[in-house]
């Protein structure tokens, strides 16, 4: 075999060992996520995990009760998702369908920007201005609430809303828009009577993948909550994500302690989550596209 | 399954037999996109140095068919062939067959020019350095002759290194002939080279491919039936994957021995 | 059906996307006025002091990082992108690579600390150091960059791959002469988007390397270092005196988002740039 057959078929190996990479990544992520956390089954036992109680640390009688960190995580997070809704979406609808061609090459890479801001700094954002309007608006003891972080966690779920549900909303064919409006209805009827409910799907899945960006998010959580694990459900008071809980107290737990264990079992559920709301969404998304 | 080829055919031409060297014969030749079956037993001998045209109504195969003589159908995820080509009695299917070698023997010339985004010189001299010359005289020699052959030379030798894509769309056309022959191949395939341009750009391609004849096969797909009975002297007619009939020109068009071919040619379909 | 309630609702519509502008232009905004009067050339060059001095470690912390990540993870992204687009075949295998990349694009930044912890900084032994950081980051940012080189593989028409085939060139002489070239500058804009990305990440670096305060910059691979967004954190929530704190943490806050901005907007523009330049 010449040595140019000989390098079109090597090299084709050559790259697909390099797209498997991908696959090594996630199985090593689900392994040593595992590996981590197995020993915790033993003792104390996955039962200790459905408690109240998250108090690691405590000096007379430990408690790991994940309740509480998965209770913050499920407020915050659908909180965020529903101030985002009205603003992706409404935004998706008038960049996709008002907009003037410029304004809409104005507004784009705009939104684009947004997600590209750090959650630390957002973070920062959030502590030093936002945090000080939600106490005096409220009139809490402290900024650092639940509803602090929903608020800001939306603002890092709109541009993914956005941008998903104006591809969704574009893809509506025009000919929808043509019968509705030759038949004498304007443009806002039009709008959410046809061109809306025809890209719901595509909307739906957008604003999964935002529920599975906030979700996921750490920085900006940790540093607008509070931090306190309580079991209450009510947005103006400090609470605790799993995200936060990991990034606060990794590092100042023994590597293999029970702690440790915990811990690793937090990221388990956690990446547990996500990994169903994407999965979800991309399946809503797909039919959306094929359709 | 026995596959015999013939080693010279006759065909009848302007009422006299003519004897042929066949270029590429295709025996029992079906064709399968997935579970879809694109062409359907067909058996054809396409004789050397003559101008083939392969005529029918859109989605007929005629297209599938020319994609099968330079085996650009392999590039198509879960196409399968059964039966035989041969060029120059070799099969071309066999294992082991080198379709890089094939390719270079068998020239395309795709519906849409397809110029690389490059200058007049890169674009004739990729199938040449691809295959090993490396040597600049050699290649500007290459570049002048294939550039001359397709007609295009005195319109841009002085601009060798503008962007191809600069040209007109006839142009571009020729440019990508000029591009076939600079392998030097012994069979040109033309899809449908003149759909995209407008008549003068047309005829200019259509004197192209006769002064061509003489040194190379030329396979050429075309919905335009005026322009079959133009460049070329045989004709086979497609329809549904089959081939129906195949005959020398004048003679498909004028006494077509099948039915289907007398209403496709005298515009009753298609 | 009368005007005035469509007028008002586009101009409902209108408000409420502006809304959104304007809050990022605030946040921008409020991060520039108060970072600019910190960031001087001295902010850029020093050591930091307790809460206040300069930055100087973080930002080379956070080049080092940066530049680890990309040289890891982008001959991998590129390799998986053009098996994806040019070689693999409908299948099993690549069901289950493109599923691989859309889980891994999907996990939290914390997991992927956690597992860069387990597996770089454990059990590979790496220690907190930059290897395991970059390692880290580069597996995060990996779907980044496949996802838009595939998508800068695919806009190169199929015509050009068919007329070097059909020219008798091989399978990856095609790729190598007539995809590539012109795929190249979209892999490198969305590799940049990817660099951004990683350069902004503070949850994988957190447990994997960065260093809380380092005077000193890092001799090899195996050290720690600092990094502007841990940096930017640990003087945000670390600090009691946050009088003191406060600057410096908006100057850092501003160091990053101009790096991070520019990195994106330098994308932006070179997207828009080549795809002008493509006219096929």
């Given amino acids: 075999m010449s040595f140019r057959h000989l390098q079109d078929r090597s090299v084709k190996y050559f790259l697909l060992a390099g797209a498997s990479v991908s696959i090594v990544v996630v199985v090593l992520i689900f392994a ?197 694990a309580q079991f209450r459900f009510t947005p103006l008071v400090q609470i605790r994500t799993m995200t936060a809980t990991i990034a606060a107290e990794m590092g100042e737990v023994t590597n293999g302690s029970t702690h440790y264990q915990a811990l690793f079992w937090v990221g388990i559920v956690l990446l547990f989550v996500t990994f169903c709301i994407n999965l979800v969404a991309l399946r809503v998304l797909r039919t959306y596209r094929r359709a | 399954m026995v596959i015999t080829m013939p080693a010279a055919f006759t065909i009848e031409r302007h009422g006299d037999p003519v004897e042929f060297k066949p270029k590429v014969v295709a025996r029992h030749l079906s064709f399968y996109y997935g579970a879809v079956q694109a062409l359907f037993d067909i058996n054809l001998t396409i004789p050397e140095n003559q101008v083939t045209a392969l005529i029918g109504p859109s989605g007929c195969g005629k297209s599938t068919f020319l994609r099968t003589l330079n085996r650009m159908n392999d590039t198509i995820d879960g196409t399968r062939l059964e039966g035989k080509i041969t060029i120059d009695n070799q099969d071309i299917y066999k294992n082991g067959t080198d379709v890089v070698t094939l390719r270079k023997r068998v020239g395309m010339v795709f519906q849409k020019s397809n110029p690389f985004p490059k200058s007049i010189f890169e674009n004739i001299a990729y199938g040449p350095k691809i295959h090993g010359i490396r040597n600049k005289a050699v290649l500007e020699e290459l570049v002048e002759q294939s550039l001359k052959r397709a007609g295009l030379w005195e319109e841009v030798k002085d601009r060798l290194h503008l962007n191809a894509l600069d040209l007109s769309g006839g142009q571009q056309q020729r440019l990508c002939i000029a591009r076939a022959l600079a392998v030097d191949p012994e069979i040109l395939l033309m899809d449908e080279p003149a759909s995209a341009l407008d008549p003068r750009a047309t005829a200019r391609i259509e004197d192209l491919i006769s002064e061509l004849r003489s040194d190379y096969t030329i396979v050429i797909v075309t919905h335009n039936m005026q322009q079959a009975a133009r460049v070329s002297q045989y004709t086979a007619f497609f329809m549904e994957g089959r081939l129906v009939e195949f005959d020398d020109t004048e003679k498909l068009f004028t006494k077509p021995k099948e039915k289907q071919t007398e209403d496709y040619v005298t515009g009753r379909f298609g | 059906m009368s005007s005035l309630s469509e007028r008002s609702a586009l101009l409902a519509l209108r408000l409420i996307t502006y809304l959104v502008v304007c809050t990022v232009g605030f946040i921008v905004f409020d ?47 590129m390799a998986s992108a053009i098996y994806l687009t040019e070689y693999a075949k409908q299948g099993r295998l690549t069901n289950t690579i493109r599923l691989a990349i859309v889980t891994l694009a999907g996990v939290p930044s914390i997991v992927f600390g956690l597992f860069g912890l387990g597996l770089f900084v454990l059990f590979f032994g790496f220690g907190t150091s930059i290897l395991s950081g970059s390692l880290t980051l580069a597996c995060m940012v990996l779907p980044t960059i496949i996802v838009s080189s595939e998508e800068a593989l695919r806009a190169v028409p199929l015509a050009l791959r068919d007329a070097s085939l059909a020219l008798g060139a091989t399978k990856w002489e095609t790729i190598r002469k007539s995809v590539l070239p012109y795929a190249i500058p979209g892999m490198m804009t969305g590799s940049i988007l990817g660099i951004g990305r990683a350069a902004g990440e503070t949850a994988p670096i957190l447990l994997t390397v960065a260093a809380f305060s380092l005077p000193q910059l890092p001799r090899s691979v195996y050290d720690q270092v600092m990094a502007l967004p841990y940096h930017l954190y640990v003087l945000a929530t670390q600090f009691p005196n946050q009088d003191e704190a406060r600057p410096t943490a908006y100057g850092t806050a501003l160091v990053l988002l101009l790096l991070v901005l520019g990195l994106n907007t330098g994308a932006i523009v070179l997207r828009s740039h080549f795809r002008r330049r493509n006219k096929w």
């Fill in chain 3, 31 to 77: 991060i520039v006025i108060k970072g600019i009067g910190v960031v001087n050339w001295s902010f850029l060059t020093t050591n930091p002091q307790g809460a206040a001095g300069g930055i100087f470690p973080a930002i080379v912390g956070t080049l080092y990082l940066v530049f680890g990540a990309i040289v890891v993870a982008l001959p991998l992204g």
């Fill in chain 1, 32 to 228: 040593f996520l595992i590996r981590e956390a197995l020993p915790y089954m033993k003792s104390p036992g996955l039962g200790s995990f459905f408690s109240e109680r998250w108090a690691p640390t405590s000096p007379l009688k430990a408690g790991y009760g994940l309740l509480p960190l998965v209770a913050g995580s499920a407020m915050v997070t659908i909180l965020a998702t529903l101030i985002a809704i009205p603003f992706g979406v409404c935004g998706a609808v008038y960049i996709a369908e008002i907009a003037g061609k410029r304004e809409r090459e104005l507004l784009k890479p705009f939104i684009e920007m947004i997600a590209a801001i750090p959650s630390v700094v957002l973070g920062f954002f959030g502590l030093v201005v936002l945090a000080p309007i939600v106490k005096s608006a409220f009139g809490l003891p402290t900024g650092l609430t639940g509803l602090t972080g929903a608020v800001l966690l939306a603002f890092m779920a709109v541009p993914t809303i956005m941008s998903i549900s104006e591809d969704a909303i574009r893809n509506v064919p025009r000919s929808y828009l043509d019968a509705s409006l030759a038949l004498g209805a304007n443009r806002v009827q039009t709008i959410f009577k046809i061109v809306v409910p025809a890209a719901m799907s595509g909307i739906i899945a957008s604003i999964m993948l935002g529920m599975g960006r906030v979700v996921g998010e750490t920085m900006a959580v940790i540093m607008v909550t509070g931090n306190a």
